[in-house]
Antibody, heavy 121, light 109 residues
Framework: QVQLVESGGAVVQPGRSLRLTCGAS????????MHWVRQAPGKGLEWVAV????????NYVDSVKGRFTISRDNSKNTLYLQMTSLRAEDTAVYYC??????????????WGQGTLVTVSS | EIVLTQSPGTLSLSPGERVTLSCRTS???????LAWYQQKPGQAPRLLIY???SRATGIPDRFSGSGSGTDFTLTISRLEPEDLAVYYC??????????FGQGTKLEIK
């Protein structure tokens, strides 16, 4: 069965960096686009970034452009989110999610359980 | 950015009742690329409906979706206690960024 397991969440100070990891199993990882979606405490869902199956195309929500980088290692079945210049408003549970399509459809058919990032001094 | 507005914010109903949740979008959604997700307390979201009306794998047939253009609806034909959750709509495939509604919280009496 499809499994997505996020890790790397932590408490970090504003301005610092953090890298999140999402390990995938149960499906051909190199055949699907992947996303990061976040949810601030007690709030709704916010799409963050997407990366095509082969890593050739990526997109971000405006609020993280220039600060976050999505990447993947298909040989390790792993998705990453490198976050720099973190702000208090980046505090959230970060979910990785599988796109239903190879390139990018935006339909998110499987989700991990999430990892909590807290940005606080 | 396409804004999605869900109503009502909170709904409290009894088991067996019919549930209707609304999602309105600020622009017309191409190809009905509108999805619904269910998020139970303490859990990750789960895809329920895509393409406005297609059920995702393993979703009970008491869940159905309808609508087009800017008005979409999620219906639960007979409410079950395990349907306690927040429900989100999402537009995809029309324009970036992919956006979600603010959610409707469904409470069971």
């Amino acid at each position: 069965q499809v499994q997505l397991v996020e890790s790397g969440g932590a408490v970090v100070q504003p301005g610092r960096s953090l890298r999140l990891t999402c390990g995938a199993s149960g499906f051909p990882f190199n055949g699907y686009a992947m996303h990061w979606v976040r949810q601030a405490p007690g709030k709704g869902l916010e799409w963050v970034a997407v990366l095509w199956f082969d890593g050739t195309n990526k997109n971000y929500v405006d609020s993280v452009k220039g600060r976050f980088t999505i990447s993947r290692d298909n040989s390790k079945n792993t998705l990453y989110l490198q976050m720099t210049s973190l702000r208090a408003e980046d505090t959230a549970v970060y979910y990785c999610a599988r796109d239903a399509y190879t390139f990018e459809s935006g339909r998110l058919d499987y989700w991990g359980q999430g990892t909590l990032v807290t940005v606080s001094s | 950015e396409i804004v999605l507005t869900q109503s009502p914010g909170t709904l409290s109903l009894s088991p067996g009742e019919r549930v209707t949740l609304s999602c309105r979008t600020s622009q017309s959604i191409s190809n009905n690329y509108l999805a619904w997700y269910q998020q139970k307390p303490g859990q990750a979201p789960r895809l329920l409906i895509y393409g406005a009306s297609s059920r995702a794998t393993g979703i009970p047939d008491r869940f159905s979706g309808s609508g087009s253009g800017t008005d979409f609806t999620l219906t639960i034909s007979r409410l079950e206690p395990e349907d306690l959750a927040v429900y989100y709509c999402q537009q995809y495939g029309t324009s970036l960024p992919y956006t979600f509604g603010q959610g409707t919280k469904l409470e069971i009496k």
